[in-house]
């Protein structure tokens, strides 16, 4: 039987979550949307909220079937509701509720492994580790991945220590589908690691578990992790499966041919730096937890769960940082587990102070953290759009060509010299340059003056038109007075 929890314990949860919320909120309104993973995400979910296709994702003009749609309904859902569709903390609003439901399962899960301090800080650890900061207030699919995954995981293992109930099963098999539709395969490893679990524990410590209840759940998950893909090929006629993207992406993933590749002992430094500060303790925190795991069951399941996902993501030859993601909850519920127990004196109005000097790190993190590669780039984007907005196409060239895309709100044409985009341009066809300014000094000048020109940070960025159009009055009014920000 669970214990109950103090109610310090329970207030200074509540205040942590609430802190989690508004942290995660001001890091999404304040990091710039510049790595690729969001902005496909971003960019997808643009389209979709300004009446695109809501089964056929688009990005730069190209269907996109690579991956599942969830992480890019998630995002269209709160453009369309706001009526903007340029703001990465409008589309990221979600990806934060969603990191915040997980601090809560971590402290249910933690609460149940070592009462109510092991909850406490089983929700605080995430929450003050780097890799929290770097990603979770971003709109990726490794964020509803991470989520879902957890929650069919804490299902699953409440399962194996004999809660073998139809909720159980339902919410396990629905959290399954679901992170298979943020990200895909994935989705499975906590099945996984249920499997194994189940098979190295002593037979007669197994509790029953009823096969009619484990079949039908396996089948809700599969069906609801395909959902997607019957709807594309009912209604739309399409394949994912056949359509030449991902013909050509699933093999890559597990051979050489990745642009993600790394050595096989890749994660064994990534995982403790992005757990930091947590990772400087994390090979001691593993040690003890072997040492215990033949004893607690919760420790096995958990260490079964992290070894699963560890093989997998070290034997594919793809390998970033963020993929590391998904051995955050079980890292962080073994240590909470290990420091509840080495100190279980604590008084739990001690929770209060804890709680307060957490939220002043986390706020340290927040304002110490850099806020993107281009942190200035994008009010340059939105002050062009004058220009940009009516003009019949825009020609880009310098960054990544999909930021110019989402702060542009329109599609774009990338090219990779400044005087190759002006030569194709026709007349009212605009051009923007942003660049660091030793391009700049290496490029061959546009021989035009630019209407508006941006320096800050190293960073520059200009904007033309190729003469010859046929201007609105505004238009012209706004050309006639250029602006120069930090010029």
Same mark, same amino acid.
């Given at each position: 039987?669970?214990?109950?929890?103090?109610?310090?314990?329970?207030?200074?949860?509540? #205040?942590?979550?609430?802190?989690?919320?508004?942290?995660?909120?001001? &890091?999404?309104?304040?990091?710039?949307?510049?790595?690729?993973?969001?902005?496909?995400?971003?960019?997808?979910?643009? @389209?979709?909220?300004?009446?695109?296709?809501?089964?056929?994702?688009?990005? $730069?003009?190209?269907?996109?079937?690579?991956?599942?749609?969830?992480?890019?309904?998630?995002?269209?859902?709160?453009?369309?509701?706001?009526?903007?569709?340029?703001?990465?903390?409008?589309?990221?609003?979600?990806?934060? *509720?969603? !990191?915040?439901?997980?601090?809560?399962?971590?402290?249910?899960? =933690?609460? +149940?492994?070592?009462?109510?301090? =092991?909850?406490?800080?089983? &929700?605080?650890?995430?929450?003050?580790?780097?890799?929290?900061?770097?990603?979770?207030?971003?709109? %990726?699919?490794?964020?509803?991945?991470?989520?879902?995954?957890?929650?069919?995981?804490?299902?699953?293992?409440? #399962?194996?220590? =004999? %809660?073998? +109930?139809?909720?159980?099963?339902f919410v396990a098999a629905a959290a399954t589908g679901l992170a298979f539709l943020a990200k895909g395969p994935a989705a499975f490893l906590p099945w996984v690691a249920f499997g194994v679990f189940r098979l190295s524990g002593p037979v007669a410590e197994r509790p029953r578990v009823r096969r009619g209840r484990l079949?039908?759940?396996?089948?809700? +998950?599969?069906?609801?992790?395909?959902?997607?893909?019957?709807?594309?090929?009912?209604?739309?006629?399409? !394949?994912? *499966?056949?359509?030449? $993207?991902? /013909?050509?992406?699933?093999?890559?993933?597990?051979?050489?041919?990745?642009?993600?590749?790394?050595?096989?002992?890749?994660? *064994?430094?990534?995982?403790?730096?992005?757990?930091?500060?947590?990772?400087?303790?994390?090979p001691w925190i593993l040690w003890r937890s072997l040492r215990e795991a033949r004893a607690d069951a919760g420790v096995r399941f958990l260490l079964i769960w992290l070894g699963v996902v560890f093989l997998l993501m070290s034997l594919i030859p793809s390998k970033q940082e963020h993929y590391a993601l998904q051995m955050?909850?079980?890292?962080?519920?073994?240590?909470?587990?290990?420091?509840?127990?080495?100190?279980? =004196?604590?008084?739990?109005?001690?929770?209060?102070?804890? &709680?307060?000097? /957490?939220?002043?790190?986390?706020?340290?993190?927040?304002?110490?953290?850099?806020?993107?590669?281009?942190?200035?780039?994008?009010?340059?984007?939105?002050?062009?759009?004058?220009?940009?907005?009516?003009?019949?196409?825009?020609?880009?060239?310098? #960054? @990544? +060509?999909?930021? *110019?895309?989402?702060?542009?709100?329109?599609?774009?044409? @990338?090219?990779? $010299?400044?005087?190759?985009?002006?030569?194709? /341009?026709?007349?009212?066809?605009?051009?923007?340059?942003?660049?660091?300014?030793?391009?700049?000094?290496?490029?061959?000048?546009?021989?035009?003056?630019p209407l508006k020109v941006h320096r800050t940070g190293g960073m520059q960025g200009a904007l033309y038109v190729k003469p010859g159009a046929s201007f609105t009055s505004n238009f012209s009014s706004w050309v006639r007075w250029p602006s120069r920000a930090g010029s």
């Amino acid at each position: 039987m669970t214990r109950p929890v103090h109610p310090d314990l329970r207030r200074g949860s509540l #205040i942590l979550l609430l802190i989690a919320i508004m942290a995660g909120m001001a &890091m999404a309104a304040r990091v710039a949307a510049s790595r690729q993973q969001e902005l496909r995400v971003l960019i997808c979910a643009r @389209n979709m909220a300004q009446g695109g296709d809501l089964l056929v994702p688009e990005f $730069q003009e190209q269907t996109r079937l690579r991956k599942p749609p969830l992480a890019y309904w998630m995002a269209a859902l709160p453009m369309r509701l706001a009526g903007v569709t340029d703001s990465p903390a409008v589309a990221r609003a979600p990806f934060v *509720f969603a !990191s915040c439901s997980l601090l809560a399962l971590l402290g249910l899960w =933690g609460r +149940s492994l070592a009462g109510g301090w =092991g909850g406490a800080l089983a &929700m605080s650890l995430p929450f003050a580790s780097v890799g929290w900061w770097r990603h979770m207030s971003l709109a %990726e699919t490794d964020l509803p991945l991470l989520a879902f995954s957890s929650l069919a995981a804490w299902s699953l293992w409440r #399962i194996a220590a =004999g %809660e073998d +109930s139809a909720r159980r099963w339902f919410v396990a098999a629905a959290a399954t589908g679901l992170a298979f539709l943020a990200k895909g395969p994935a989705a499975f490893l906590p099945w996984v690691a249920f499997g194994v679990f189940r098979l190295s524990g002593p037979v007669a410590e197994r509790p029953r578990v009823r096969r009619g209840r484990l079949a039908a759940a396996l089948l809700l +998950s599969v069906l609801l992790a395909f959902s997607w893909h019957l709807a594309l090929w009912a209604f739309r006629g399409l !394949s994912p *499966f056949s359509a030449g $993207q991902v /013909a050509a992406d699933l093999p890559a993933t597990f051979t050489d041919q990745t642009a993600h590749h790394g050595p096989w002992f890749y994660y *064994f430094y990534t995982l403790p730096k992005l757990l930091l500060p947590l990772g400087l303790v994390l090979p001691w925190i593993l040690w003890r937890s072997l040492r215990e795991a033949r004893a607690d069951a919760g420790v096995r399941f958990l260490l079964i769960w992290l070894g699963v996902v560890f093989l997998l993501m070290s034997l594919i030859p793809s390998k970033q940082e963020h993929y590391a993601l998904q051995m955050l909850p079980a890292c962080v519920l073994l240590t909470a587990r290990e420091l509840a127990r080495s100190r279980p =004196g604590l008084s739990p109005r001690l929770v209060f102070p804890i &709680m307060v000097v /957490a939220a002043a790190l986390s706020l340290a993190v927040l304002a110490g953290l850099p806020v993107g590669r281009h942190p200035a780039l994008p009010g340059f984007f939105r002050s062009c759009r004058p220009v940009t907005d009516p003009a019949p196409l825009v020609h880009v060239c310098g #960054i @990544n +060509s999909a930021v *110019f895309d989402f702060y542009l709100g329109r599609h774009v044409h @990338n090219v990779d $010299q400044p005087m190759q985009a002006w030569r194709r /341009a026709r007349r009212g066809e605009a051009v923007v340059v942003a660049a660091r300014e030793s391009d700049f000094a290496a490029w061959q000048t546009i021989p035009a003056q630019p209407l508006k020109v941006h320096r800050t940070g190293g960073m520059q960025g200009a904007l033309y038109v190729k003469p010859g159009a046929s201007f609105t009055s505004n238009f012209s009014s706004w050309v006639r007075w250029p602006s120069r920000a930090g010029s």
